[in-house]
């Protein structure tokens, strides 16, 4: 449900930040999720479903773009330098935050005597997140005021956000999307169903297939740091992605079709979960004008959120005639997983289609080592920024081609593919 909601909410959050700033969406995005859980809070003492379902109104309102809005303000400030380094540290920071929510969710309740001081503590974690974004706030104003006016009104100027820059995404960039459509909603999918396979297909208990699930998303943790440093210093994002890609098909392959203890191939696809997001967000990062990052994470976001929504859809009807053709539940999956090493290899082609697209068409900017990153980029420096001249200009439809509504118009046939389908699920 949350994939479904959050497919039309991150474009919509990553327009607001392109259009008035990261300061004021990221305060919206925590107040949101702040107010989000205070109600939700209020509901634990009034056992009240309508009041919590409000609050978690809020609370999806600022989750569904809270990312966006980290991922963006990063991809600002450190464009060029650090930037992957950065952007581990924050998904390493929330992977571990949610491993710890988990975690703590039942001692508190334990400790109070009552259900809802989790919900309290928690709520009091995003008080400090929104007071933390005040302060950044107040020390962005302050750095405004010390810099030269001259100097503002043309950082005003080279971030100045134009819907119209949409049009002018560049290939490499839809490439990406597309990734995120299969690779990222293959990710997402399979999270939902490996505890269930592991127990069916394994004949194992509820609890040692839940702890076997939980190794999927240990990797993460561990490795995104690493690989942070590893692609500032040695670049290399494409080959990673086209690594995370056959690690995942090939994780599918031994969780389906060989009895290999599972410890493996989930091991091997949190290998694939730890290369994949770092290697492709840092990539969209440098290839598009920062004016327009918000927009375009925030569509990667979405594209995502719909591949998760219809593959969801698309495994649970494969799972029922599976479990209906096949007599023992140690082949309900076998449909399953014959679907997804389908959507790996699509994946995988993907992914080697944005290889040799960056070596031919873009010199190799996302493979470049640090040494020759900086060469790279002000050799490309002129082709990222040109949309924002097209934009500009009075005639700027004269530089629109048909093929760049296509990408767009496959998205929306897609969004609204997804959403048509959540619909008749629930119904």
């Known amino acids: 449900m949350l994939s479904a909601v959050n497919t039309v909410l991150p474009v919509l959050g990553g327009l607001f930040i392109d259009s008035f700033g990261t300061t004021s969406g990221s305060l919206v995005a925590t107040f949101l999720i702040m107010f989000g859980n205070l109600i939700i809070s209020i509901s634990t003492h009034s056992r009240s479903f309508p009041t919590m379902v409000v609050g978690r109104i809020f609370y999806g309102l600022g989750s569904g773009t809270i990312t966006v809005v980290q991922e963006t303000i990063l991809g600002s400030w450190f464009k060029g330098k650090g930037l992957a380094l950065t952007i581990a540290i924050q998904i390493t920071t929330s992977r571990i935050a949610s491993f710890l929510s988990m975690g703590t969710a039942i001692p508190i309740s334990d400790h109070f005597g009552f259900y809802g001081a989790a919900f309290w503590a928690n709520f009091v974690t995003c008080a400090i997140s929104f007071g933390i974004n005040i302060v950044y706030m107040l020390a962005m104003r302050r750095v405004r005021r010390g810099t030269a006016e001259s100097m503002n009104t043309r950082l005003r100027s080279k971030h100045r956000f134009n819907p119209r820059l949409v049009l002018f995404f560049f290939g490499i960039y839809w490439m990406f ?3 995120s459509f299969t690779l990222g ?3 997402n999918s399979f999270l939902h169903i490996n ?15 839940a702890w076997s699930a939980s190794v999927s998303q240990i990797m993460p943790i561990f490795l995104v740091p690493f690989l942070g440093w590893f692609f500032d210093k040695y670049g290399m994002r494409t080959d990673m ?10 994780s599918i392959v031994l969780l389906g079709f060989t009895m290999v203890t599972p410890v493996i191939g989930l091991l091997v696809f949190s290998v694939s979960l730890a290369l994949g997001p770092l290697a492709e967000i840092t990539a969209i990062s440098l290839v598009l004008p920062s004016s327009s990052l918000g927009t375009g994470l925030g569509i990667y976001k979405s594209a995502m959120n719909v591949g998760s929504t219809i593959v969801d859809i698309v495994v649970g009807v494969l799972q029922d005639r599976g479990s209906r053709v096949l007599e023992d539940s140690e082949h309900s999956y076998d449909y399953v997983m014959a679907f997804f090493v389908v959507w790996g290899v699509v994946a995988t082609v993907v992914a080697s289609g944005i290889f040799f697209v960056d070596r031919h068409r873009w010199g190799g900017l996302l493979r470049c080592s640090i040494a020759d990153r900086q060469e790279a980029y002000h050799l490309m420096k002129d082709k990222i920024n040109r949309p924002l001249l097209y934009v500009s200009s009075p005639n700027w439809r004269e530089y629109v081609q048909a093929w760049n509504y296509v990408p767009l118009v496959v998205l929306s046939a897609l969004l609204v593919t997804s959403l048509v389908l959540f619909a008749n699920k629930l119904a």
């Open 195 to 209: 505890s269930e396979l592991i127990k069916l297909r394994f004949d194992v208990s509820d609890s040692v297939a």
């Open 185 to 187: 909603g293959g990710w």
């Open 241 to 250: 992605l086209v690594m995370s890609t056959t690690l995942f098909t090939l």
């Open 177 to 179: 999307v597309f990734e």
